[in-house]
C-alpha cells in the first residue's frame, strides 16, 4: 500500500460513518479494540460501553497529532465549548476565533502537538479545523460545481421532516436528470486521483461502473434515512454540516458525554501508534484484541497482503473476536479461515449507515 496519499493530514472531520461499530461494541461487550485512527471520528465514539483499551493506528503522524487534539478537547471542555471550538453545528459561522484561541490555550498538549497545531491556527487566523482535510477540502470543491449543476433545488430535500415526505420529494421534484449527470461528472477516478488521491486512487475490482456503484448509494441514501441526518450529504450539499442532527457521532452530545465520561472517570487506556497495518500486526502479537475496526484500508492492499491480512491479524486477537471492514469500490481476495462471516445478521443496522460507498463485511474470529 502506498504511503505517498497518506502523508499529512487527510481527514479532519470524517469519511465513515461509525455507528455501526458503536453498536456493535456494545452489543458484544468488548473491552479491547483496535483501531484505524483517521480524523478520530471513527476511533473515538469506540470510547464507550464495556471498553477499556483503544489502541488506534495510522499511518500518518498528522492524524495521530489531530487525534490527540481531538481527545484533549472531549477531557477539558464542555459540549458548548467543544461545538464551537470546532464549529461542529449549530455553530455555522466561524464567529469563534478568539474564543478559539483562548480555549486552545487551555488543552493539555504534548510540545509536538501544541507546536503543530498552533503553527496551523496562526496561518488560518484562528478558524476552525473541522474541514481542514485534503478530504473535506475536496468535498468543498465537489460541492461548488455540484451547486452549479443542480441549481436551486438543490438542497430543498434537506428541509423534509419525514422519511416519507423526503421520498415523495425525492420521486417528484429533485432534479434526479441533472443529479444523475452530477454523478457521471464527478463519480469517477479520474477526478477524484486529479483533486485528492494524486494517482493513489483505489483499483476498483467490482463489476459496476463507477455511475452506477455512485448512483445506487445515493439512491439508498434519499430513499432510506432522512438526508439531514448524513454528514456525508450535509458536506456534498453544502459543503459543510448545516444540520446538528447531521453532526458525526464524536459531534452527538450523548456521544460526548460518554466519551468525556471514560477519558475522566475510568480512565481508559490510549495507545497511539504511527505504523502502518504490516507494522501493527508485528508489534501487537498476543494482545488478545475483541474489536477491529480496519475502515478501508484493506481496498488499497495486493498481492500477499490482500490474500493474507485476516490471518495476519490472528495472533492479535481473541477468540470471538469482532472484525469490521470497510471496502471501497475493490473487495480484497482475502483468506477467511478461521473467521465466520456475521454480516446479514447486521444488514439493518448496515442500512442505516449514513455514508453508504462501502460494502461492509462483519466477521467473527473462531480460533
Not at 230 to 241: E, R, T
Request: proline share 2%; with cysteine; net charge neutral.
Amino acid at each position: 500500500m502506498s504511503k505517498t496519499y497518506f502523508s499529512s493530514l487527510n481527514y479532519s472531520l470524517a469519511n465513515e460513518d461509525t455507528s455501526l461499530e458503536y453498536f456493535l461494541i456494545k452489543e458484544f461487550h468488548s473491552e479491547k479494540i483496535l483501531s484505524i485512527a483517521g480524523s478520530g471520528a471513527r476511533f473515538i465514539p469506540l470510547l464507550s460501553g464495556t471498553t477499556r483499551h483503544l489502541t488506534y493506528i495510522d499511518v500518518c503522524k498528522e492524524q495521530l497529532l489531530l487525534a490527540e487534539l481531538k481527545l484533549s478537547t472531549f477531557r477539558g471542555f464542555t459540549y458548548d465549548e467543544f461545538l464551537k471550538f470546532w464549529t461542529f453545528a449549530p455553530c455555522h459561522e466561524d464567529v469563534f476565533c478568539e474564543l478559539r484561541q483562548n480555549l486552545f490555550g487551555r488543552l493539555v498538549l504534548t510540545e509536538n502537538c501544541r507546536s503543530y497545531f498552533e503553527e496551523i491556527f496562526k496561518e488560518n487566523k484562528w478558524k476552525s479545523l473541522l474541514y481542514e482535510g485534503k478530504w473535506e477540502k475536496t468535498f468543498q470543491t465537489l460541492y461548488k460545481i455540484n451547486k452549479m449543476i443542480l441549481g436551486k433545488k438543490m438542497t430543498e430535500i434537506f428541509f423534509c421532516k419525514t422519511l416519507e415526505e423526503q421520498v415523495e420529494f425525492y420521486k417528484k421534484e429533485f432534479p434526479i436528470k441533472r443529479w444523475e449527470l452530477v454523478i457521471r461528472f464527478l463519480g469517477n477516478k479520474k477526478i477524484f486521483d486529479t483533486l485528492l488521491y494524486k494517482g493513489h486512487f483505489v483499483n476498483k475490482n467490482l463489476p459496476e461502473s463507477y455511475f452506477a456503484y455512485y448512483k445506487k448509494a445515493f439512491h439508498h441514501l434519499f430513499t432510506k434515512t432522512l438526508v439531514r441526518e448524513s454528514f456525508f450529504l450535509n458536506l456534498c450539499f453544502f459543503g459543510k454540516i448545516v444540520f446538528q442532527e447531521g453532526n458525526t457521532l464524536e459531534g452527538q452530545e450523548f456521544v460526548f458525554n460518554e466519551v468525556k465520561k471514560k477519558l475522566i472517570e475510568e480512565n481508559v487506556d490510549l495507545h497511539p501508534l504511527n505504523m502502518d497495518f504490516n507494522e501493527a500486526t508485528q508489534k501487537l502479537k498476543g494482545e488478545n484484541f475483541d474489536f477491529i475496526s480496519l475502515s478501508d484500508v484493506p481496498s488499497y492492499f495486493s498481492g500477499e497482503l490482500e490474500k493474507n491480512f485476516l490471518q495476519n491479524l490472528r495472533p492479535t486477537l481473541k477468540n470471538g473476536a469482532i472484525v469490521v471492514i470497510r471496502y471501497y469500490l475493490r473487495i480484497a481476495a482475502v483468506n477467511e479461515e478461521g473467521y465466520e462471516d456475521l454480516t446479514s445478521q447486521f444488514q439493518t443496522l448496515i442500512d442505516r449507515e449514513t455514508v453508504q460507498m462501502y460494502r461492509l463485511k462483519i466477521l467473527k474470529y473462531r480460533g
